[in-house]
């Protein structure tokens, strides 16, 4: 997309044109953050194809057919543009698991027996599985390989996303463990456990080029580990 005045020649042209033609010329310059969402989609889906290397803003800038300039109007860096995916990822899910603990209503979630509360635990599980299944290139933000080279900020951003993911599991199954000799111990280790079994098979969906799917025999595998 051009940013600068069109010429004599071109300005006549579009006086000829039919006004659903200069309709169509007009709705195609993007609305006011309409331009700094489309950076981020064609980011996450160069992200999505099996072996990517390294994503430059010259290839993403080509991408869009836009200039690298163009792309920083809009993010003052790259950083910046894999900051928009990483805050899109942990809305995403944190609202998510709002929603399937309900801490909204404390009560409620005290009365809730140790059988609910391992399904709650396994519930928020499966749904970081099924985000990541569904958007193959933000997983490769989560695991970190699309960081490698990227801002050190970046892979610390994910690693607390993890780390507030095992809080949650942990706050679930303390009523899960609130029988055993050392509930908080046994609470801690098992969201440890459950937290690395999500991040193990995200990882395996990225590195067998978003064959292996991290829901397989899903179910199942909640089953043993709870």
């Given at each position: 997309?051009?940013?600068t005045l069109p010429s004599t020649e071109s300005a006549a042209a579009a006086d000829a044109s039919s006004p659903e033609d200069v309709l169509a010329a007009a709705r195609k310059r993007p609305k006011p953050g309409e331009r700094r969402e489309q950076i981020l989609q064609a980011l996450a889906s160069m992200l999505e194809q099996p072996g990517a290397e390294r994503i430059t803003t010259a290839a993403l800038a080509a991408r869009l057919s836009v200039s690298e300039a163009a792309l920083y109007r809009?993010?003052?860096?790259k950083a910046q543009m894999f900051e928009g995916l990483?805050?899109?990822i942990e809305h995403t899910v944190f609202s998510l698991v709002q929603q399937i603990i309900g801490r909204d209503?404390?009560?409620?979630a005290n009365a809730r027996s140790a059988q609910e509360a391992a399904r709650e635990a396994a519930r928020v599980v499966a749904l970081l599985l099924q985000f990541g299944e569904r958007n193959p290139g933000m997983v490769r933000v989560m695991v970190g390989d699309a960081l490698v080279f990227e801002h050190e900020r970046l892979q610390q951003r994910m690693s607390q996303f993890f780390d507030r993911i095992e809080s949650t599991l942990r706050q679930s199954l303390r009523r899960v463990t609130a029988q055993s000799g050392t509930p908080t111990v046994d609470a801690q280790v098992a969201a440890s456990?459950?937290?690395s079994f999500a991040l193990g098979r995200l990882q395996r969906y990225a590195r067998?080029?978003?064959?292996?799917?991290?829901t397989?025999?899903?179910e199942a595998s909640l089953g043993l580990l709870l």
């Open positions: 997309m051009s940013d809009h993010f003052a860096s990483i805050d899109f209503v404390p009560d409620a456990v459950l937290t067998s080029g978003f064959r292996r799917l991290p397989e025999h899903l």
